[in-house]
């Protein structure tokens, strides 16, 4: 038995129709998220295991463009706004681990020198100019006066209306007129007064009592205007380590800061992207396959939505004919298992999809599944979920299960013979429905000048007690013709041979066929053995078309 890890493919596939420029791009726009900073526990709600703790983490941004950039504060919409994700990664598995973040609203601009190139530090607290710098503090970016809810805002144009917002409306909502009259009713005293972890970043005990664990932070800028091409930059990611001290978590930034997305943190995945040819954002697809353990192969997706406003919808994984699917698993970031994606295999498609939980802007959900297919570097489609002008997929490279011609796999431990030698099993390839011969099984170390065959079974792997060795096929069993092992007697020179394509020609049982595994063991006489008789190893392989 052998395991090894595939990676994704790194192609991104081509879409039919060519992507219009950006409806609202202004040249020269570019801000990057120079410096990642701390991260404040605000307090907790419930008690441990079972509490939820408030986090806000640190920013700086750089203006890198060629033009100044608006940083108003609310009610003016010409600002930037910043979001957030937590993941973790444990047991090959990488996962958001925060609610869906509520987004910070910027105010102001400082205007200060951190990026090195800033001509003339201060100046209009409205705009960022070329060059400068701006520092939003653990403080600021926890100020539930500047937090709003994600789902007001355009990820892809940058757009956020403030008239009948959040802001707008209050917290408690003002009675109308006032909750949608464009004049900001939310106070600083509404802001305070919320509970500690309203609106901040949600971290559970249950999520971060992980020793084992290794902890990611994400921060975002969204900005108006700012091209898809110049978006690259926004976005930065730190490790950090949860502590519990006894009353409360403490999170210490630990570690390097990295450029790209959070989703490019997950060990030995790799990550493709695309966007759906309209006027809309990016979607992420990161992908781990591993295996054949016993011919079946694990596969992971995890897909981010940076800033795709229609969000997707469902999930769909091209399959080859005759490919089996088991141990099928969904994660969102809520609780609620009323609203996970139901999957179904349709034609050569396994799709994931939802009526009423789409993957919105700022958050990762989690894909998983097993094969007796392996992998193939395709595209994985994703279909948006709210209505839009065209564009009625977006497809992303990732690895799929297209390959039923997976390398046949030895298991098992064969029985010692009398002789004080181990048989040993193999299949020199994949076999076929169609080749009708070329897939060859042969037996080594086996008694000279005696009687064997091959056994089969379509049920799977078994480890039962047989005559003094290990019965590795589960029953029922199929027998198979009875062979000559050649060589001398009384020496470990003897040799099984069966070309099992021809078997599988011969239609001797109708029960195989592609896309059906099969396990398969060799069985010879043996008369200085108690039993009589010997037993090797086994193999198992998935039959190709």
């Known amino acids: 038995m052998f395991r090894f890890t595939t990676l ?8 039919a ?13 570019d801000i990057r998220l120079s410096t990642l900073g701390g991260l ?5 709600s419930g008690t441990f295991p079972n509490g939820v703790s408030g986090i806000s983490m640190a920013t700086t941004v750089c203006n890198d463009g060629s033009v100044t950039v608006g940083w108003n504060a609310p009610m003016n919409t010409n600002h930037p706004m910043i979001s957030f994700v937590v993941c973790r990664e444990e047991n090959g598995r990488f996962e958001q681990i925060s609610d869906r973040s509520w987004v910070k609203h910027g105010f102001l601009s400082t205007n200060q020198n951190s ?6 530090p201060g100046g209009s607290p409205s705009l960022l100019k ?8 653990t403080g600021n970016n926890g100020n539930r006066y500047y937090l709003g809810p994600a789902n007001e805002i355009d990820p892809w144009l940058g757009d956020w209306t403030s008239q009948c917002s959040y802001f707008d409306q209050g917290d408690p909502a003002v009675a109308p007129p006032a909750d949608c009259d464009n004049s900001r009713s939310l106070t600083m005293t509404m802001a305070n007064a919320l509970p500690v972890t309203a609106h901040r970043i949600n971290l559970t005990d249950a999520d971060l009592n992980h020793p084992a ?3 990611w932070y994400q921060g975002m800028y969204t900005v108006r205007g700012e091209a898809e091409a110049a978006r690259g930059n926004n976005t930065a990611v730190k490790q950090f380590t949860p502590t519990w001290n006894g009353t409360a978590w403490t999170v210490t930034p630990t570690g390097a800061q990295f450029s790209g997305t959070i989703l490019d943190r997950w060990t030995g995945a790799s990550v493709g992207s695309n966007t759906n040819g309209i006027d809309d954002g990016r979607l992420y697809v990161g992908c781990k396959v591993t295996g054949p353990v016993a011919g079946v192969w694990h596969y992971e997706y995890v897909v981010y939505n940076r800033d795709n406003d229609r969000a997707a919808g469902a999930l769909r994984i091209p399959l080859a004919a005759g490919t089996s699917v088991s141990n ?3 994660r969102d970031i809520d609780a609620n298992v009323g609203n996970d994606w139901l999957f179904t295999v349709a034609g050569n498609e396994l799709v994931f999809s939802t009526a009423l939980n789409p993957l919105e802007w700022g958050t990762l959900y989690n894909f998983g599944f097993d094969s007796n297919a392996g992998p193939v570097a395709s595209a994985v489609g994703l279909n948006p979920f709210h209505p839009g002008a065209g564009g009625s997929v977006i497809n992303v490279s990732a690895s799929v299960p297209l390959d039923l011609c997976t390398p046949p796999v030895v298991y098992c431990t064969a029985k010692v013979n009398s002789l004080g030698c181990t048989p040993a099993i193999a299949l020199s390839a994949a076999p076929s429905m169609s080749a009708g011969s070329g897939a060859t099984l042969t037996t080594v170390n086996v008694i000279g000048v005696k009687f064997g065959l091959y056994f089969h079974s379509v049920v799977g792997a078994n480890a039962g007690s047989f005559h003094g060795g290990t019965l590795c096929a589960k029953p029922p069993l199929k027998r198979h013709s009875v062979l000559a092992s050649g060589g001398t007697g009384g020496v470990c020179d003897g040799v099984f041979t069966e070309d099992f394509d021809a078997y599988l020609a011969s239609g001797a049982d109708p029960a195989l066929g592609a896309g059906v595994q099969v396990w398969l063991q060799n069985w010879s ?6 039993f009589t008789d010997s037993l090797s190893d086994a193999v198992t392989a998935v039959i190709c078309p």
Do not use: E, H, K, M
Request: glycine content about 12%; proline content about 10%.
């Open 8 to 15: 994704c493919g790194v192609f991104v596939a081509a879409f």
């Open 17 to 29: 129709a060519l992507s219009p420029a950006q409806s609202n791009t202004i040249p020269g726009l």
């Open 40 to 44: 404040q526990n605000w307090g907790r």
């Open 115 to 120: 990026c090195g190139t800033c001509p003339s």
């Open 130 to 137: 070329v060059g400068c710098s701006d520092t939003y503090s």
């Open 213 to 215: 664990a290794t902890y």
């Open 328 to 330: 099928v698993t969904f």
């Open 525 to 530: 006489r043996d008369p200085g053995d108690p």
